[in-house]
Antibody
Framework: EVQLVQSGAEVKKPGESLKISCKGS????????IGWVRQMPGKGLEWMGI????????RYSPSFQGQVTISADKSISTAYLQWSSLKASDTAMYYCARLNDVVVAASLDYWGQGTLVTVSS | DIQMTQSPSSLSASVGDRVTITCRASQGISNYLAWYQQKPGKVPKLLIYAASTLQSGVPSRFSGSGSGTDFTLTISSLQPEDVATYYCQKYNSALALTFGGGTKVEIK
C-alpha cells in the first residue's frame, strides 16, 4: 500500500527555522516525483515545488522560489520542506503528494496527511 | 504562466441533481488536467486525471471532459457525501502544476 506519512504539527515563532518531512512507503520512492502543496487557512491549494528523489532534481513554483527549500534523502525514503526564517504568513497546512507521471498527463495520486505549521509570536 | 479559472466558485444543489463545474486554462493544455475533491477538514483526493480518466475507486457518477482550454467535471447525481471543494489542476512537462481556485459544492 502506497503511503506518505508527514511529520507532526509545528508551532514556531517568526524568524525561526523549520524542516518538515514526508516519508514514502509501499512503492519505489526514487522513481516518482514528490511535490509540496500549501493550503492557507480557509484558502485553496497552491503548488510549491517538486523533487525527484532519485537524483534530487528540484523545481520550484516562481511564487515559492527562494522562500523554501525542498530536499530528499533517498536512503530513508523521505522528502523535506524547510524554511530558514519563518513569517506569520507561512501559517498553513502543508501537504506532500506523489506525482504519477506514468501517463503524460501527470497528477497527484497519493497525498500525505498534512502538516499544520503555525507561526505566531 | 498558464492560469486556471474555475467557475462557479460555489454552488448549492439538491440531492440527485446533475452538477457541472468548469475549468478554463489561459492557454491550451491538451488533456493535462486533473480534478481533486477535498472534503471539509480532509486531505485532497484525486478524482480524474488526463481530463477524463476516472481514478480507481472513484464512483462512476463523477466524470470529466474537455481538451485544450475548456474542461468540465460533472457529478451526474449529487449525493450528500459529495459535499466538498473541487479543484482542477493543470500539468506541463516542465513539472509546473497550477491549481484552480476551487468550487465549493453544498447541498440545498
Amino acid at each position: 500500500e502506497v503511503q506518505l506519512v508527514q511529520s507532526g504539527a509545528e508551532v514556531k515563532k517568526p524568524g525561526e527555522s523549520l524542516k518538515i518531512s514526508c516519508k514514502g512507503s509501499g512503492y519505489s520512492f526514487t522513481s516518482y516525483w514528490i511535490g509540496w502543496v500549501r493550503q492557507m487557512p480557509g484558502k485553496g491549494l497552491e503548488w510549491m515545488g517538486i523533487i525527484y528523489p532519485g537524483d534530487s532534481d528540484t523545481r520550484y513554483s516562481p511564487s515559492f522560489q527562494g522562500q523554501v527549500t525542498i530536499s530528499a534523502d533517498k536512503s530513508i525514503s523521505t522528502a523535506y520542506l524547510q524554511w530558514s526564517s519563518l513569517k506569520a504568513s507561512d501559517t498553513a497546512m502543508y501537504y506532500c503528494a506523489r506525482l504519477n507521471d506514468v501517463v503524460v498527463a501527470a497528477s497527484l495520486d497519493y497525498w500525505g496527511q498534512g502538516t499544520l505549521v503555525t507561526v505566531s509570536s | 504562466d498558464i492560469q486556471m479559472t474555475q467557475s462557479p466558485s460555489s454552488l448549492s444543489a439538491s440531492v440527485g441533481d446533475r452538477v457541472t463545474i468548469t475549468c478554463r486554462a489561459s492557454q491550451g493544455i491538451s488533456n493535462y488536467l486533473a480534478w481533486y475533491q477535498q472534503k471539509p477538514g480532509k486531505v485532497p483526493k484525486l478524482l480524474i486525471y488526463a481530463a477524463s480518466t476516472l481514478q480507481s475507486g472513484v464512483p462512476s457518477r463523477f466524470s470529466g471532459s474537455g481538451s485544450g482550454t475548456d474542461f468540465t467535471l460533472t457529478i451526474s447525481s449529487l449525493q450528500p457525501e459529495d459535499v466538498a471543494t473541487y479543484y482542477c489542476q493543470k500539468y506541463n512537462s516542465a513539472l509546473a502544476l497550477t491549481f484552480g481556485g476551487g468550487t465549493k459544492v453544498e447541498i440545498k
